[in-house]
Every structure is written in structure tokens, then in C-alpha cells.
């Protein structure tokens, strides 16, 4: 069986690499597109190169138009955006993207591992994900998951109840439970996300803990702890729902939006909240708040 190879050169690969999974990729890996090698990353980073290039890999007869068409719309590149496409023989690609995908820690001793280099985490009280490639995205390269996962481990979970708002692959709601969570309530438009996240959470032993929902059929029950990590539009219109879906001084975390998107999705939740310190990276912000 031969394989389509879309090649994406931009300056955001990991947002790339979310966008490919998005509509379906059988693997995503980066390579430097100029031989530059990374030296001497400082500890807790898993840097890229300066010239990375994001290659998602797709079923020989996918029609690659609207994967290149949301590319272009979701990514900040404009006209350097470059994308190739290439017909390449069946590898094991599993494997490529294990090897390509290194540990990665979040705050003092989280990290999102893939199962076959859980063996290669050595910190003694290090809180291990489990997580491989799957169905939905979110693996924690980006830096909007990268943000809520450190958010997460700095906060006091014990015995809470969280609602991760389009879930994608689970990753924000698992790490809440194996970081001390009692329960975990995921919701998603799509249904391959939820079947990923039950799939994720019960090879991470929390699977009896995740409540997993379509978001027609959510119904806010005040959770402790809400984070949301999707776009700015998508947040702005939840505000009310998800205002609701909090107890009074309940913690919110909000990402997926651009620096220059923060005020306005800020304004939509101050009815209800009070805020911290935005926090940004790599031209995303994170919003975090309390519930007055």
C-alpha cells in the first residue's frame, strides 16, 4: 500500500502538526528541513529547529485539497506557507513518529510520554501520560496545550471535579486525574475525539474516572475546574455556557487563541470572573480566572 506525504513548511510546526491530525493523519513527524542541529536544550524544553519541516502522512487515495485549504487558514504564514506533496511506499509509521517524538515535561513532574519511552523518564516523582498517536490531536507539542498542561500542574486537584471542553484527544483531562482529580467530564463535537480520549484515559488507568459527552448532549453540572482549549470564536460564544459550568471560586483555563485575540475573549467571561496574569508564548495566550 503506498502513502500521500504532505510536506508543510512554516514557521509554526507544531500548530501544523495539530491541524494534519485534525483531518486525519496516520502520523506526524518533524524534520530539519537544512541539517541544523539542536544543542544543549535547556532542561524541561524540547526544542525544534530553526528550519522544521512538518511531514503528516495520509491514506493513498485522500483528497489532501481541505487539509491544505485549513493550512492556509489556520496558519499565520501567509504566502511563505509552503506544502509538498509526495507518493511514497508503506513504512512503519507508528514507529517514525516514536522516534521523532521525545518525552516532554510540564511544571515540576508532569510529562506526556509515548508508551514504548516511558523507560527513558527517570524523575522520581514524576507524573507519567501515556500517550500515543491516535485518533484526535493533542499530544502537547503545541504551545496552547503546552500552557494548559502547565497550568494544570500547578494547581491543587485533589478530589476535583474537571470539565475539559473539546477535548481532542484527552490529554488535559487525563493529566488533571493522574495529578490527583477525582473525575473528569470530556466533551467534544466530534466523536473520534471522544472515542480517543476513552481509549487514552484507560491506558493511563483513569478510564473508570472520564465521562466522555458529545457537546449536543452537555448539560453544565459545576465542575471545580474548567479548561477549555479551542479557538477564540468557539470561547467567546461559551462563555455563558461554560460560566455555568463552574462552582463559585472554580478555576478556569482558557487557550487556543492569539495574543491578539486575548481582550476580546477576556471581555466575553467578565461578567463572571475574575483574572490572573494572561500568559503567552510563541504568539498564543493562555487566560486563567476564578469564578466570582
Not at 35 to 51: F, S
Not at 243 to 265: F, K, M, Y
Not at 284 to 291: E, F, G, K, L, N
Request: charged residues 25%.
Amino acid at each position: 500500500m503506498a502513502w500521500l506525504q504532505l510536506r508543510v513548511h512554516t514557521r509554526h510546526p507544531e500548530f501544523a502538526d495539530e491541524v494534519l491530525q485534525a483531518h486525519g493523519a496516520s502520523a506526524v513527524s518533524f524534520i530539519d528541513a537544512v541539517d541544523d542541529p539542536v544543542l544543549e536544550p535547556a532542561p524541561g524544553e524540547t526544542p525544534l529547529w530553526p528550519h522544521t519541516v512538518t511531514r503528516g502522512l495520509f491514506a493513498e487515495d485522500t483528497d489532501l485539497a481541505p487539509v491544505i485549504a485549513s493550512l492556509r487558514e489556520l496558519l499565520p504564514d501567509g504566502a511563505e506557507l509552503r506544502c509538498e506533496r509526495e507518493l511514497i511506499e508503506d513504512q512503519d509509521w507508528v514507529r517514525i513518529w516514536l522516534k521523532d517524538c521525545p518525552p516532554l515535561r510540564f511544571g515540576e513532574r508532569l510529562w506526556v510520554v509515548p508508551r514504548e519511552k516511558v523507560g527513558e523518564v527517570n524523575q522520581a516523582d514524576a507524573v507519567i501520560l501515556r500517550l500515543d498517536p491516535g485518533l484526535a490531536f493533542g499530544t502537547g507539542t503545541h504551545p496552547t496545550t503546552a500552557l494548559c498542561l502547565e497550568w494544570l500542574a500547578g494547581q491543587d486537584l485533589r478530589g476535583r471535579t474537571v470539565l475539559d471542553y473539546g477535548c481532542g484527544s484527552g490529554v488535559l483531562a487525563i493529566a488533571a486525574l493522574l495529578l490527583g482529580a477525582e473525575r473528569a467530564v470530556c466533551v467534544d463535537i466530534d466523536p473520534q475525539a471522544l472515542t480517543a480520549t476513552r481509549d487514552n484515559a484507560a491506558e493511563n488507568g483513569v478510564g473508570t474516572r472520564v465521562t466522555t459527552l458529545l457537546a449536543q448532549d452537555f448539560v453544565p453540572v459545576p465542575a471545580d475546574v474548567v479548561v477549555a482549549n479551542i479557538l477564540a470564536n468557539p470561547l467567546i460564544e461559551l462563555a455563558p455556557l461554560l460560566a455555568r459550568s463552574i462552582v463559585r471560586g472554580g478555576r478556569l483555563a482558557l487557550a487556543g487563541l492569539l495574543d491578539r485575540q486575548a481582550e476580546e475573549v477576556r471581555s466575553a467571561y467578565t461578567p463572571w470572573f475574575t483574572f490572573d496574569g494572561d500568559v503567552s508564548r510563541e504568539g498564543w495566550t493562555r487566560i486563567s480566572a476564578h469564578r466570582t
